[in-house]
T-cell receptor, first 112, second 112 residues
Framework: LAKTTQPISMDSYEGQEVNITCSHNNIATNDYITWYQQFPSQGPRFIIQGYKTKVTNEVASLFIPADRKSSTLSLPRVSLSDTAVYYCLVGAMDTGRRALTFGSGTRLQVQP | GAGVSQTPSNKVTEKGKYVELRCDPISGHTALYWYRQSLGQGPEFLIYFQGTGAADDSGLPNDRFFAVRPEGSVSTLKIQRTERGDSAVYLC??????????FGPGTRLTVL
């Protein structure tokens, strides 16, 4: 399983765009990149998943460069409710081991 | 619709005691996962069920931990002879596709 490295914490203000970058130098050809969000006293929640280039949904965008050795989660115009821990996960979406491997995540604090 | 539910939400026990933690997955989800999360860390995989059978139990730390899912729906995580190091939040997740797991709120276990 590819190891991921992401900042321990980030601070932002309401209304700003937040970009959280994750490094995964050893990503394998069949690995996908997935981001989860976790609020205190809750389980993680799926945000977005991608394989290459750019993926966008109603919550966030995920940018993946051509070499796929890193990825950036972009949260547009954050609000106080976006304060949470964000996890970057890398793993193969095929048969076999289906467990998610979480790192320590990035703790995002949004200030008013 | 109803999400994943876990009971109890909190469990305090004494060292050496036996505990059972229950997970009710989303109806129709065939895959069920148990994770353990220590303070400040990401969730750590324990065991994965596909239907009634444990497809991957490689994350169980030792033979004091056991999980069942007899009818392919509700699952119970059982911990024998609890130790203080077992204190953590135990998370359950269920899914239908390999891409996404839906997590419950967790059970906070405290071993005194």
């Amino acid at each position: 399983l590819a190891k991921t490295t992401q900042p321990i914490s980030m601070d932002s203000y309401e209304g700003q765009e937040v970009n959280i970058t994750c490094s995964h130098n050893n990503i394998a050809t069949n690995d996908y990149i997935t981001w989860y969000q976790q609020f205190p006293s809750q389980g993680p929640r799926f945000i977005i998943q991608g394989y290459k280039t750019k993926v966008t949904n109603e919550v966030a965008s995920l940018f993946i460069p051509a070499d796929r050795k890193s990825s950036t989660l972009s949260l547009p115009r954050v609000s106080l409710s976006d304060t949470a821990v964000y996890y970057c996960l890398v793993g193969a979406m095929d048969t076999g081991r289906r467990a998610l491997t979480f790192g320590s995540g990035t703790r995002l604090q949004v200030q008013p | 619709g109803a999400g994943v539910s876990q009971t109890p939400s909190n469990k305090v026990t004494e060292k050496g005691k036996y505990v059972e933690l229950r997970c009710d997955p989303i109806s129709g989800h065939t895959a069920l996962y148990w994770y353990r999360q220590s303070l400040g860390q990401g969730p750590e995989f324990l065991i994965y069920f596909q239907g009634t059978g444990a497809a991957d139990d490689s994350g169980l730390p030792n033979d004091r931990f056991f999980a069942v899912r007899p009818e392919g729906s509700v699952s119970t995580l059982k911990i024998q002879r609890t130790e203080r190091g077992d204190s953590a939040v135990y998370l359950c997740a269920s899914g239908q596709s390999i891409d996404e797991q839906f997590f419950g709120p967790g059970t906070r276990l405290t071993v005194l």
